[in-house]
């Protein structure tokens, strides 16, 4: 069994942290592969700050270590991935997130402790990844990635986000973090993946100038009541334009409003609207 360790290091307000939904989308889809689950074992997600030197230790033993890389977590990210190196030479330090650099060029010489960047959309990789784990560690195999010797072909965008397992309708969620603990978890969420646009100044992601991608309604709607049961106080849209599909976002938003007056949560819902916001967007902000 190849053991897998994951960080997603975020900020805690109050009693408020985000839950690891970028590692959870990955752990969701390799669950999903029959060929590939009996073969992996993911342990808790590294989330809060102040469990740094135990989840350095927690590594010792690992085969792989995921880290979801954010610019409010590289710091503390790098330098678990530094001192897991030093504790555990074998493990694979599989870099992955908004982060990671497209321009390598000089980084595997500042950071010789990761071995494999992911470039883009992680899960077809991640997929990749662990079969070639499995056979013969040539990574050349994989697209998507750079190592310290190549860069190989891009990874070709995931065109149905249907294909995609939720981490939430599947519970798998809790698998990586502790639903009873003493923290009200915060839960990040997407209904589409893309921007169209190509603004000079983007602090969204990497997917700009592209198609969108639209997760399916009726998910949509199951996981609106899923965050509702689950008394999520806060869902932080990961769109870059929500509002951009006026009648379906609008419909979302009425949703999220029909649950928060049933069962009285979530209590917040955080977007990013729509560009060249017209009159179209107001209806949908009211809600």
Not at 63 to 74: A, E, K
Not at 174 to 184: G, I, P, Q, R
Not at 211 to 225: A, C, Q
Request: proline content about 4%; aromatic content about 14%.
């Amino acid at each position: 069994m190849v053991t897998v360790n994951s960080s997603q290091y975020n900020y805690k307000y109050g009693k408020q942290i985000h839950s690891p939904y970028s590692v959870a989308m990955l752990y969701a889809y390799i669950k999903s592969k029959e060929e590939l689950t009996p073969h992996f074992s993911f342990e808790k997600t590294f989330v809060f700050r102040d469990n740094i030197d135990e989840d350095i230790k927690k590594c010792a033993g690992t085969d792989i270590l995921l880290c979801s890389c954010y610019v409010w977590n590289w710091k503390i990210t790098t330098h678990l991935a530094r001192e897991v190196k030093k504790l555990n030479p074998n493990c694979l330090i599989i870099f992955g997130g908004p982060q990671v650099p497209e321009d390598t060029r000089g980084f595997f010489n500042e950071f010789p402790f990761v071995d494999i960047l992911v470039h883009g959309e992680g899960e077809y990789i991640i997929e990749n990844i662990f079969k070639v784990f499995l056979e013969d560690k040539d990574w050349s195999k994989v697209k998507g990635i750079s190592t310290k010797l190549f860069r190989t072909a891009p990874q070709e965008r995931i065109n149905s986000l249907t294909d995609l397992p939720s981490p939430y309708l599947t519970n798998l969620i809790w698998d990586l973090v502790d639903k009873n603990s003493e923290v009200d978890w915060d839960t990040s969420w997407e209904t589409n993946r893309g921007c169209p646009y190509q603004c000079t100044f983007c602090d969204w992601g990497s997917a700009t100038f592209t198609k969108i991608r639209k997760v399916e309604e009726e998910r949509l709607m199951k996981e609106i009541e899923w965050f509702a049961d689950n008394k999520m106080r806060y869902i932080d849209c990961c769109d870059a334009n929500f509002g951009i599909f006026e009648e379906r976002d609008r419909r979302i938003a009425e949703k999220l409003k029909e649950q928060a007056l049933e069962k009285k949560y979530p209590k917040k819902f955080g977007v990013a609207w729509a560009k060249n916001t017209t009159e179209k967007i107001l209806p949908i902000a009211k809600e």
